[in-house]
């Protein structure tokens, strides 16, 4: 496993836009986000390669957020814009170092961060 930190979150309005970060302590092939709503069960959200060629997005969030990387850094990024309070949650970085082939299923990640707080206000 990694140690992956999160970093980003915090309280905005419906419409705002935020960053979300989260750093790995070491190599990563997949890394993706996961969020958990209060009451809900975990969600996929997005995910991305080492190459960051073709990400995969939840339908929920197609258009609005954007996953990105950078290597060097061993950092991922969740571009989030168009905030909606049903995008309420906490929001999970999730990774694989030897998985190369990207997945929405969370059990196929083998490391995870502790989660950072997205409170969207209507």
């Given at each position: 496993?990694?140690?992956?930190v ?16 989260c750093?790995?302590?070491?190599r ?38 954007t ?16 905030l ?39």
């Amino acid at each position: 496993q990694v140690q992956l930190v999160e970093s980003g979150g915090g309280l905005v309005q419906a419409g705002d836009s935020l960053r979300l970060s989260c750093a790995a302590s070491g190599r990563t092939l997949i890394m993706g986000w996961f969020r958990q709503a209060p009451g809900k069960e975990r969600e996929f959200v997005a995910t991305i390669s080492w190459s960051g060629g073709s990400p995969l997005y939840a339908d929920s969030v197609k258009g609005r957020f954007t996953i990105s990387r950078d290597n060097a850094k061993n950092t991922v990024y969740l571009e989030m814009n168009s905030l909606k309070p049903e995008d309420t949650a906490v929001y999970y970085c999730a990774a694989d170092r030897s998985r190369p082939f990207i997945t929405k299923e969370a059990q196929m990640y083998d490391s995870w961060g502790q989660g950072t707080q997205v409170t969207v206000s209507s």
